[in-house]
């Protein structure tokens, strides 16, 4: 599911999801939200009695448009819908009616009487969509008809959660031929470094090793997990420092990649809870973001 708002920006996902949908071999669901109640704002009272009318004009130049966008996709099973209401609803529910969709969206773009503002609808179906969703933070134009991708890096922190994303990543991998890289960082938490009494005498050198050891042995024995289920490239690095900044430092390092994560945000739209460190990934990594929600 592709949600598009005729802005270029928004339309940066389209190479990504050309990329997925050909290796995966999958349909591809284009939809634009006319929202009128934003459109009914814009318009002047006394213009206000050809709102119908102006509606009409803007499915119709909807429908145009996505059949435009349609035509891009070579081989493919592409179908356009146009929906009336607020765009983050309607894209949470319209993907909702099948939990194997995967939504595909650009994380910024105009705003205006005919657009929507892709920043917050894109947090609001972050936050409460159930199903996959594909970030692309748009930067710059791009004409690329497929991106090109090598890797998808993995954060881990050790628990079940983290490692729901590995049914998703693996498919990826041996459709897509792509590395998997694991990847975990580690931090000494501030309760450590002082207690009610002061300082604590601890050897905090010993403890940062212990931790990267830790931390070694268990993406080591994740990595012959994965090498298990065919996938021939799967490589790990650990890391020191906050989880955010390190995953988005490594993504910035790492050409062709995706970052797949896990998010145990509570779904509804009157709940807008995620996990910090996703959040904090998508809104400042460059990269495209792939995020499970965790059963």
């Given amino acids: 599911l592709i949600p598009l708002d005729g802005s270029k920006t928004a339309e940066e996902v389209l190479p990504y999801a050309r990329t997925l949908a050909n290796k995966l071999k999958v349909p591809i669901e284009l939809l634009a939200v006319i929202d009128i109640v934003e459109f009914a704002v814009h318009i002047s009272a006394e213009k206000a009695r050809y709102l119908e009318k102006m509606i009409d004009q803007e499915e119709r130049r909807s429908k145009d448009y996505l059949n435009k966008i349609a035509n891009t996709f070579t081989g493919l099973s592409v179908n356009c819908v146009v929906e009336k209401g607020r765009a983050a609803e309607a894209i949470i529910d319209k993907a909702g009616a099948d ?160 970052i797949a994560m896990c998010t145990h945000g509570r779904s509804g739209m009157k709940r807008w809870v995620l996990g910090s460190v996703t959040e904090t990934v998508v809104r400042h990594c460059g990269d495209p973001v792939l995020v499970i929600r965790a059963a």
């Fill in 99 to 258: 939990k194997g969709t995967l939504i595909t969206m650009a994380t910024h773009g105009r705003s205006g009487i005919d657009r929507w503002v892709l920043g917050s609808v894109a947090e609001k179906v972050l936050r409460a969509t159930n199903n996959p969703l594909l970030l692309v933070r748009a930067a710059k134009s791009t004409t690329s008809q497929e991106a090109r991708l090598t890797s998808v890096i993995v954060p881990l922190d050790g628990s079940e959660l983290a490692e729901s994303v590995f049914p998703a990543v693996t498919e990826l991998a041996l459709k897509l031929g792509l590395e998997i890289v694991l990847f975990r960082a580690f931090n000494m938490p501030y309760s450590v470094y002082a207690g009610a009494d002061g300082y604590y005498a601890v050897n905090f050198d010993q403890l940062i090793a212990e931790m990267k050891d830790e931390a070694t042995v268990y993406l080591e024995k994740k990595t012959e997990e994965l090498k298990s289920t065919g996938v021939e490239k799967v490589s790990f690095l650990v890391k020191e420092g906050l989880s955010a900044d390190e995953i988005i430092t490594l993504g910035r390092e790492t050409p062709d990649n995706l």
